[in-house]
């Protein structure tokens, strides 16, 4: 998720910085097979555990049998997602959806949800078991590691007001993202604040018999829409059976991930060779917490609803002191499911 300031670009401006700054695209491999449709999927970020239904879908033929020739590409955040998507540099993106609905509302950039993956947001507080924290007011007092950007501590007053924290108690310390979970696990800080899906690493790297807790925002009151894939609308419009195909192979390939983690992660690690298996295979299992599947199997896996869109759109406008509105309903469908 990016801060209100980043997001104030119109879309002229995302297109002229991406143009004119010739923003680079990760390295790394492109993966691809011989289909009649050509298109670039690009990933929120480095490819790790939680990204295996991708590599799954096109491994297993989900994409190819759809006529699908569909290229993986590593992404370097949520801005140069978006402006990757605005400048036709990929078809679809693995990204944020209340990014999407800030830009959308703020200059009018007609980007579509077209599935909703983490349908629990995985912002996540940090902290060890030893410090004696037990319930979120406990940080009251206490100093949190962030880095600049980062959503979970966007958000984090959302998550104090539903946990009745103080904020004027908690103190903050800016930090580069690869020294946030060392800072934690040296006592520099009490807490900390990224993604769910950092708590195998950090628990690995945990000195002999410390243990890692950690309160999940939308475990604890703050639940919204997470990352989804995404396509502009107007792509959509001249092509939506391809759209169609896409998103019915990706969503294969999530569920074919969720019965089969340690293939999937198999898989992946063909594509991803320097990937930790181990950490990759407790990833998948995070990822069954937040795609969050209805058991009673009335709604398609990814499908959203307006109250909830509505529930982010609100979240969004509030905590990121967002200008401008637009019809939720807008924003999303759920057409490309079935």
């Not at 349908?119 to 007092?141: M, N, R, W």
């Not at 807490?191 to 018999?209: D, N, S």
């Not at 599947?293 to 905590?319: F, H, I």
Request: net charge positive.
């Amino acid at each position: 998720m990016i801060n209100d300031r980043q997001l104030s670009a119109s879309r002229r401006k995302f297109l002229a910085q991406t143009v004119g700054a010739g923003v680079a695209l990760a390295a790394g491999p492109r993966f691809a097979r011989a289909a009649a449709e050509k298109m670039t999927f690009q990933l929120d970020w480095i490819a790790y555990g939680r990204h295996a239904p991708f590599y799954v879908a096109l491994e297993k033929g989900f994409y190819a049998k759809r006529d699908l020739d569909v290229t993986i590409q590593q992404g370097t955040g949520t801005l140069q997602g978006l402006r990757t998507l605005v400048a036709g540099q990929a078809q679809f993106i693995f990204n944020d959806i209340g990014s999407m609905m800030v830009l959308r509302a703020r200059d009018n950039v007609k980007i579509k949800a077209l599935a909703c993956i983490f349908q629990k947001a995985p912002h996540t507080l940090f902290y060890l078991k030893s410090s004696g924290i037990v319930k979120p007011k406990d940080f009251e007092g206490k100093k949190i590691a962030f880095s600049p950007g980062d959503s979970p501590r966007l958000i984090f007053p959302a998550f104090a007001q539903a946990n009745g924290i103080d904020e004027s108690k908690v103190s903050w310390l800016s930090v580069d993202p690869n020294s946030k979970n060392a800072m934690l696990l040296n006592r520099n800080t009490e807490g900390m604040v990224t993604y769910i899906f950092t708590i195998p690493i950090l628990q690995k790297a945990a000195p002999a018999g410390e243990e890692v807790g950690a309160f999940v925002y939308s475990d604890w009151g703050v639940d919204f829409y997470s990352n989804g894939l995404l396509v502009m609308e107007d792509y959509l419009a001249k092509n939506p059976a391809v759209a169609k195909r896409f998103v019915q192979a990706t969503m294969e390939g999530v569920e074919y991930t969720l019965a089969n983690a340690q293939e999937a992660v198999t898989i992946m690690k063909k594509y991803q060779p320097q990937m930790d298996e181990g950490a990759a295979v407790k990833e998948v299992a995070i990822l069954h917490d937040l795609i969050a599947a209805d058991p009673t199997k009335k709604t398609r896996l990814g499908s959203m609803t307006r109250e909830k869109m509505q529930q982010t759109a609100d979240l969004m406008a509030k905590y990121l002191d967002l200008k401008g509105s637009f019809g939720v309903e807008e924003a999303f469908t759920n057409d490309y499911l079935s």
